[in-house]
């Protein structure tokens, strides 16, 4: 437990969870907003306080709550609910592949923690930051260690930013839940925070390639159940760039 | 004030252990093994993807239908936003004000106007 303890405050104060920090600062804006709608669409859906609180703090994921919402206020059987769940985080399936890099070096139960809190913003904010994972790029000794430090603090700067302003705005939203109009759509600041990092990743021919294929794939699966279209639109834009790139080295 | 009950704060714990088998998923087992390069390099693009495929269907459809007018305050959001982006893009704070410029065109819009 020491142990652990020493090295959390060893990467708190390391000046990447400052960087990560600050990086995820400027999508806080956009990740409270959302996190207030989601707050105020769990109390409206029929959920007590106590549930709603719950949902909040230990789910983190706006996405998968927003999906479970319809399901448990109809009494829909669990692994109907589970599936569905599943099946709106299957991106992250997606990501943790790629991740397994960055984390791999970790203990197994720090890996898993810091798995759970590596949501999309944080993801993206890492693999922005550090394009390489620390091991692929066969470094040695401290040098090795230095580098997974690295990229192990800024994604806990990262996350310290996106835990607070999700569950702050959440917990205003269970209390604004009647006072708030959801005609306003203020859930769509979440939407316009992401615009601004898309187009940060934009920077390439191929990126911008994958982006449209992407986006165009996610529209014309739309009609897949729970959320598929994402997960479709994410695999038909790697497989692509995958086949493009040996030509177009970036 | 809505009832709690014990059936759904059991659900809600197994969707909170839900979100972390999946964002843990390839990195559950201890042992290793290497991606193929393809594979690597495909995914250096998923997170933009994925960004896309969230973004696009918000904007552009409505409960899984295309828009079918242009007087939709989500448009004229994004494109302030992205236009807001490319002329600051220099600029630390040009996330932030990407949002901020957005929702500035898009509350008016859509409050204002119920567009």
Redesign the interface.
């Known amino acids: 437990m020491n142990l652990m303890f020493g090295r959390l405050q060893r990467l708190v104060q390391h000046p990447e969870f400052r960087r990560g920090a600050v990086d995820a ?3 806080a ?2 990740l409270a907003a959302w996190g207030l709608m989601t707050g105020v669409a769990m ?1 409206k859906s ?6 709603a609180l ?2 909040a703090l ?4 706006g996405s ?2 927003l999906a ?1 919402l319809p399901l ?1 206020a109809a009494g829909a059987p ?1 692994w109907v ?2 599936a569905t ?2 099946c709106v ?13 960055y ?2 070096h970790l203990p ?1 139960p720090l ?2 923690v810091v ?6 913003q944080s ?2 904010l890492l ?2 930051r550090f ?1 390489d994972a620390a091991d ?1 790029l066969k470094l040695q000794g401290a040098a090795l260690a230095a580098a997974r430090q690295d990229r192990v603090a800024f994604v806990l700067g990262t996350v310290a930013v996106n835990w607070t302003s999700w569950q702050v705005a959440g917990l205003l939203g269970l209390a604004m839940a009647h006072s708030l109009p959801t ?3 203020l859930g ?2 979440g ?12 920077n390439t021919r ?2 911008a390639v ?10 014309a699966a ?2 897949l159940p729970f959320k598929l ?2 997960v479709v ?2 695999a038909v ?3 692509l ?2 086949l493009l ?1 040996p030509a177009h080295h970036e | ?5 014990a059936w ?2 059991g ?6 252990v ?3 088998v ?7 087992p ?1 042992r ?1 093994w290497p ?1 193929p390069a ?24 409505t409960q ?1 239908v295309w828009i079918s007018t242009w007087q939709d ?2 448009l004229f ?2 494109a302030a ?2 236009a807001w ?2 002329l600051r ?1 220099h600029n630390r ?8 410029v ?2 500035a065109v ?2 008016p819009l ?2 204002g106007l119920g567009w």
């Open positions: 600062t400027s999508l804006p956009g109390i029929g959920m007590s306080m106590t549930e719950a949902m230990l789910v983190f994921a998968s709550q479970a448990l669990l609910i589970l769940v599943f985080n299957l991106r992250f399936v997606v990501f943790s592949v790629h991740l397994r890099d984390y791999m197994r890996r898993l798995g759970y809190l590596t949501a999309d993801y993206v693999t922005r394009p692929p005609s306003w759509g769509f600041a939407i316009l925070a992401l615009v601004g990092v898309t187009c940060s990743l934009v191929l990126r994958s982006a449209l294929v992407a986006g165009a794939a996610a529209v739309i009609a279209n994402i639109a994410i834009a790697v497989a760039v995958a790139e | 004030m809505n009832e709690t009950d759904t704060l659900v809600i714990v197994l969707i909170a839900n979100t972390m999946t964002r843990s998923f390839f990195f559950i201890n290793s991606l393809w594979l690597q390099r495909g995914l250096r693009y998923a997170p933009i993807a994925a960004l896309a495929a969230v973004i696009t269907p918000e904007v552009v459809m899984g305050a989500r959001g994004v936003s992205v982006y490319y893009r704070y040009v996330t932030l004000e990407t949002l901020l957005g929702m898009y509350l859509r409050i």
